[in-house]
T-cell receptor
């Protein structure tokens, strides 16, 4: 069964609204989660590293005030796209580091901003 | 910086055909190399990995050899099945000190027809 879940799986929103995406680790506690975005036919781009109990570490070029990350517990990290615009439309994927440094990926969330 | 380049898809094959997906990388030092697979509607799953030069990773009939002299990690399978239809991602992890930051190629969609 799934080890990492994401909710919602897809979301459509109006420009200017904020959207929250959840990533849950179902079978183990995770102190570190990673957020990626993927454009059509392109690679996964690391956006930020989410650390439980501390501020997220953002990659160069990623606006931290635009993409708010909260690692509220050892099993939940949220990514909030604030004041979304059409150019934020993308596929957002979380990755969780499990026991023995095994990496698990969520199924992804497709965001469409109209 | 580090980068991964893999052949663009889609790759369409008949069942029992031979599959090769080329992957080359650019990195300093001695990265670990991975192939991930994403089946429709699911998250990325680790397919195989190699952590040092000349290592061969293998799983489910797939193989890839870490070639440092050609900076390559090509994926091969001798006889594909319809169930192998998926998107395949080549990735590298520069070092443990990099905090498990995976760098991905663009993905190659493979479609196997009966």
């Amino acid at each position: 069964g799934a080890v990492v879940s994401q909710h919602p799986s897809r979301v459509i929103c109006k420009s200017g609204t904020s959207v929250k995406i959840e990533c849950r680790s179902l079978d183990f506690q995770a102190t570190t989660m990673f957020w990626y975005r993927q454009f059509p036919k392109q690679s996964l781009m690391l956006m930020a590293t989410s650390n439980e109990g501390s501020k997220a570490t953002y990659e160069q070029g990623v606006e931290k005030d635009k993409f708010l990350i909260n690692h509220a517990s050892l099993t939940l990290s949220t990514l909030t796209v604030t004041s979304a615009h059409p150019e934020d439309s993308s596929f957002y994927i979380c990755r969780v580091q499990g026991p023995g440094e095994t990496q698990y990926f969520g199924p992804g969330t497709r965001l469409l901003v109209l | 910086g580090d980068s991964v380049t893999q052949m663009e898809g889609p790759v369409t094959l008949s069942e029992e055909a031979f599959l090769t997906i080329n992957c080359t990388y650019t990195a300093t030092g001695y990265p670990s190399l991975f192939w991930y697979v994403q089946y429709p509607g699911e998250g990325l799953q680790l397919l195989l990995k190699a952590t040092k030069a000349d290592d061969k990773g293998s799983n489910k009939g797939f193989e890839a050899t870490y070639r440092k002299e050609t900076t390559s990690f090509h994926l091969e399978k001798g006889s594909v099945q319809v169930s192998d239809s998926a998107v395949y991602f080549c990735a590298l992890e520069p070092s443990k000190a990099a905090g498990n930051k995976l760098t991905f190629g663009g993905g190659t969609r493979v479609l196997v027809k009966p």
